[in-house]
C-alpha cells in the first residue's frame, strides 16, 4: 500500500505550510526542552503505537535505538504497564501520554491521578513541554494515518 497523499509536494501549498510548522513546533520542543531525551522519545513512540501510526513508530524506535535505548525497553513500551523497566518518571509520562491520547476513550479526558503522578516528577514548564509534546505528536499521527504514511523505511538521525 502506497501513501495516499504527500502533504509537502507544493511547499507553497497552504496544506504544507501548515504542516512544515508542525514540524518546526515539534523541532523545537525536542531541540530545547528541558524534558530528558529519553522521556521524549518514549512519549513519541507510545502515542504513535496507539494511534497506529507505522511512520512514527518506525521513526520513534529507530531514533531511540540510535540513541542508546535498550531493545528491551523499546520493545515493552506497549506493555509499560506490566513491565518493570521503565522508572516512576518514565512510567507518569507515559500514563500522561495515553490518557492524553486516549481522549476520546474516556469522558473524563486526563484522570488527576495521571496529572498529580506527573506533575511529582516535573516541574511546570516540562508538564507545559509535555501538554505540547502530546497534543503535536497526536496531530501529527492522525495526518500520517490519514495519507497512510508507511513505516520501515526510515534512516535513524533524520528527524530529532
Do not use: C
Amino acid at each position: 500500500m502506497t501513501a495516499r497523499l504527500n502533504l509537502f509536494s507544493n511547499p507553497t501549498a497552504p496544506a504544507a505550510k501548515a504542516a512544515t510548522h508542525f514540524g518546526t513546533a515539534s523541532k523545537t520542543i525536542l531541540q530545547e526542552s528541558s524534558l530528558p531525551a529519553v522521556i521524549q522519545k518514549l512519549v513519541l513512540l507510545r502515542a504513535s503505537q496507539i494511534n497506529g501510526d507505522g511512520y512514527a513508530t518506525d521513526v520513534w524506535s529507530k531514533n531511540a535505538a540510535a540513541a542508546g535505548e535498550s531493545a528491551t525497553r523499546l520493545h515493552l513500551v506497549a506493555a509499560w504497564h506490566e513491565s518493570t523497566v521503565f522508572t516512576d518518571a518514565e512510567r507518569a509520562a507515559l500514563a500522561l501520554t495515553e490518557e492524553g491520547t486516549r481522549i476520546a476513550d474516556a469522558a473524563g479526558g486526563v484522570s488527576d491521578e495521571a496529572w498529580t503522578d506527573a506533575a511529582k516528577h516535573y516541574d511546570d514548564d516540562q508538564l507545559s513541554e509535555l501538554v505540547m509534546l502530546i497534543a503535536l505528536i497526536n496531530a501529527t499521527n492522525r495526518m500520517s494515518v490519514i495519507v497512510r504514511q508507511r513505516g520501515g523505511d526510515y534512516e535513524p538521525g533524520r528527524l530529532g
